[in-house]
């Protein structure tokens, strides 16, 4: 999902200031594959943080870094199964309810989505549903199912 915040600019953001705005809201947009709706500044206020926000970053920096050689096995989970050609695959978003995986081919890209077994509660809990999810990848190559 996307999130767009539209607004005027008031004045310049004072960290110290207690009632210091730095943009005024005029409209928030979340764009998800079923559509578009429009989203209020209390419906914003009152969302629920996703338990691996403050964490993604460390996460994906992680698989790409310490576990590149593993992570395009998990094509083999991704439905409808990719085309042929796909060059490199990179996880570029996680949260709660699974992991998104950039499918680049020489001259274009898409992502794919992994869901998750279960939602992800906290930043301890992502590790066991990341290997789950290789797990389930890797008993798909003992069945024939392997991607080319």
């Known amino acids: 999902a996307r999130v767009t915040l539209t607004g005027v600019l008031r004045a310049p953001y004072d960290p110290d200031a207690t009632d210091s705005t730095c943009m005024e809201f005029g409209q928030g947009v979340l764009e998800e594959s079923g559509g578009r709706a429009y989203v209020t500044l209390q419906e914003l206020e009152a969302a629920e943080l996703d ?3 403050t964490g993604e970053a460390g996460i994906l920096t992680h698989l790409v870094d310490d576990h590149a050689d593993l992570v395009p096995r998990l ?3 991704v439905r409808p199964r990719p085309e042929p050609g796909v060059t490199k695959v990179v996880p570029v978003a996680i949260d709660r309810y699974g992991l998104t995986l950039r499918l680049e081919h020489r001259r274009t890209h898409h992502d794919a989505r992994i869901p998750f077994r279960t939602p ?9 549903q990341i290997h789950a999810l290789l797990s389930a990848a890797r008993r798909l190559s003992h069945s024939g199912h392997l991607l080319a």
Do not use: E, M, S
Request: no cysteine.
């Open 51 to 53: 338990p691996l926000a």
């Open 75 to 77: 094509l083999r989970l």
């Open 120 to 128: 992800v509660r906290d930043l301890g809990h992502v590790g066991p």
